[in-house]
């Protein structure tokens, strides 16, 4: 196994991941925020079939964080996630403290327009420009050929994109599927969170996005119609709160009204004070 080098200032991952792009290997980046789970693995495992050389990196990004949202009490388990990365062949792991990656007196920020306040922007403002910017950061710093991420947050993948095509950055996006518990759950840093019941509750999230599916298998293209059999999931379970059900284009979240050229079906809601989110892709049909 070869051991992974542990970077904890921008100078030290700058000069590794130089030395990797000067001996001709293509580089790879799986950002991640840590409590790895079989999704990031999935991404590191995508990553090495595509990459010569492997960089992770694990920073509890402040600013995609709300005042009153979960920040300091976010799940951590540094060690545990290390051991799991390098057990993939991570060899590169950038874990800057907060203050190394925003220096004081920062004004500077990554606003992708028309995006960032739609699906998970709208309830968390500012959340997009805190991703947009440290992706936009990380990116810099570590200068990989191809970045990986996961299609769990698709409004964050259609929005990295866009500033990928919009700033000229020459990166690679690769999305990975959703992985999910067998139960059907989304994995989640997040649901670490949920006891028995609420972990219970939460199943409802995808059953809900199940029936969309499975309407929109029978036919059905009408995006108001297959919203509305969604919702109705909800209103069964009256424990967990709906933040938003909404069928959009996958590349513009705008809402669309036939699901006939294929479309994002997204969902969020709270259970107990837990954030949970999930997606499906529905076919182009056309
Ligand atoms: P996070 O640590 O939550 O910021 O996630 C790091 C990366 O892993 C992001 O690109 C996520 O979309 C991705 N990810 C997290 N959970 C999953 C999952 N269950 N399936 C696929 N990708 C995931």
């Not at 004081?104 to 922007?121: C, I, N, P, R, Y």
């Not at 989110?277 to 049909?285: G, K, Q």
Request: hydrophobic residues 45%.
């Amino acid at each position: 196994m070869i051991r992974m080098k542990i970077c904890k200032t921008i100078q030290e991952m700058r000069a590794e991941c130089r030395a990797v792009r000067r001996a001709g290997q293509r580089l790879g980046l799986v950002p991640t925020m840590g409590r790895c789970n079989e999704g990031h693995i999935s991404l590191v495992r995508a990553a090495r079939a595509k990459c010569d050389v492997v960089a992770a990196s694990i920073f509890v990004n402040p600013t995609q964080f709300g005042p009153t949202e979960d920040l300091g009490k976010y799940p951590r388990s540094f060690e545990r996630d290390c051991e799991m990365l390098e057990r993939e062949g991570v060899e590169l792991l950038f874990a800057p403290t907060v203050e190394e990656m925003y220096p004081a007196g920062g004004t500077t920020w990554v606003t992708v327009e028309g995006l960032s306040d739609k699906l998970d922007g709208r309830s968390r403002p500012g959340h997009f420009r805190g991703v947009a910017t440290v992706v936009a950061k990380l990116f810099h710093i570590v200068e990989p050929d191809a970045a990986f991420f996961g299609q769990k947050d698709a409004a964050q993948v259609a929005i990295i994109r866009r500033m990928v095509r919009d700033l000229n950055m020459p990166v690679e996006i690769v999305v990975g599927p959703i992985v999910r518990e067998a139960d059907g759950l989304a994995m989640s840093s997040r649901n670490a969170y949920l006891d028995d019941a609420q972990r219970r509750q939460a199943l409802v999230l995808h059953r809900a996005l199940l029936r969309v599916q499975a309407l929109a298998d029978a036919g059905e293209r009408n995006a108001g119609r297959l919203i509305a059999a969604g919702r109705e999931e909800f209103a069964a379970e009256a424990s967990m709160r709906l933040d938003y059900f909404e069928i959009v284009n996958a590349e513009t979240l705008d809402p669309v009204e036939d699901v006939s050229g294929g479309a994002l079906v997204a969902v969020a809601g709270y259970v107990g004070s837990t954030r949970l989110i999930d997606n499906i892709l529905l076919a182009n049909r056309r």
